[in-house]
């Protein structure tokens, strides 16, 4: 498999659960449910992801899918695909354009391609570690070095308190420029994109965290857990320009 082909088949997934998500945005009849976990969900999270999985198993009927909403097949496949319909359903049933879909593939457990596609601003971006593009134009972290002068980016901001250390949370607020609810994955094509310094998220699963860390690498940046761990294997997700990581993990784990 030729790394072009792949990308060319991510953006064919990008754009079929691109249109059941417009089609679905902004709909004042949209039905909210709630899972057992009391995470929220609609027909267009299941209909996305549905489109998604028949494309791949046509396409790589050997290949396995993990998916949030419709459970995982072939965990043991060499090529796995993690796909989150839509990381910030919240956002979404709220016609808040802060949301996106998650595409990853991984090898052997590693990620090796990462994709965050907000449909509504026709936004695909597409990192392998190496490089990330933002609709075929190479994008880079930006370049702050003082984390007085950062832009902090967290989605839900009683979250750190809850899942992580309240203290050293405040702490870091205190010390950046900005602190903005800016979240979901649209957050870290942010800090991709150099708009942004610091995304975190004090707890994830694997569906919304494995995408970004082939992005946020290949745009030359540095992601971890919030101990600063190998994110492959973590919950929770610390994405920074190489400036500014160490510092910030050094005062949420103070």
């Known amino acids: 498999m030729k790394e072009k082909d ?16 417009r089609h679905h ?6 039905e909210v449910e709630f899972k057992k976990d009391e995470t929220p969900v609609t027909v267009a999270d299941r209909k996305a992801e549905e489109i998604m999985r028949e494309i791949i198993e046509d396409k790589f009927p050997n290949h396995g899918i993990i998916g949030e909403e419709l459970g995982s097949i072939r965990n043991d496949a060499e090529y796995i695909w993690v796909l989150d319909p839509i990381d910030g359903t919240q956002a979404f049933a709220k016609a808040c354009p802060l949301f996106g879909t998650l595409i990853c593939l991984t ?29 075929g134009r190479q994008v880079r972290v930006s370049d702050t070095n003082n984390l007085h002068d950062a832009d902090l980016l967290c989605g839900y901001l009683k ?6 250390n309240g203290l050293n949370w405040e702490n870091l607020t205190k010390k950046t420029k900005t602190l903005h609810t800016w979240g979901d994955c649209y957050g870290y094509l942010l800090v991709a994109t150099g708009n942004a310094d610091i995304a975190v998220d004090p707890i994830m699963n694997s569906w919304d ?3 970004l860390i082939p992005i946020i690498q290949g ?3 540095v992601i971890s857990d919030w101990q600063g761990n190998d994110p492959v294997k973590g919950s929770s997700i610390v994405a920074t320009n190489p400036h500014l990581h160490q510092e910030v993990i050094d005062i949420l784990n103070a």
Do not use: W
């Not at 945005?25 to 949209?30: G, Y």
């Not at 979250?159 to 992580?164: L, Y």
């Open 107 to 135: 090898k052997n457990g590693q990620p090796i391609l990462g994709a965050i596609h907000q449909p509504l601003l026709n936004q695909l971006l597409i990192g392998n570690n190496e490089t990330a593009n933002l609709n």
């Open 159 to 164: 979250s750190p308190a809850i899942h992580q």
């Open 219 to 221: 745009a030359g940046g």
């Open 25 to 30: 945005f902004s709909n004042p009849d949209l």
């Open 209 to 211: 965290l494995l995408a």
């Open 6 to 21: 792949l990308i060319e088949f991510i953006g064919e997934l990008a754009q079929e659960s691109g249109q059941i998500i």
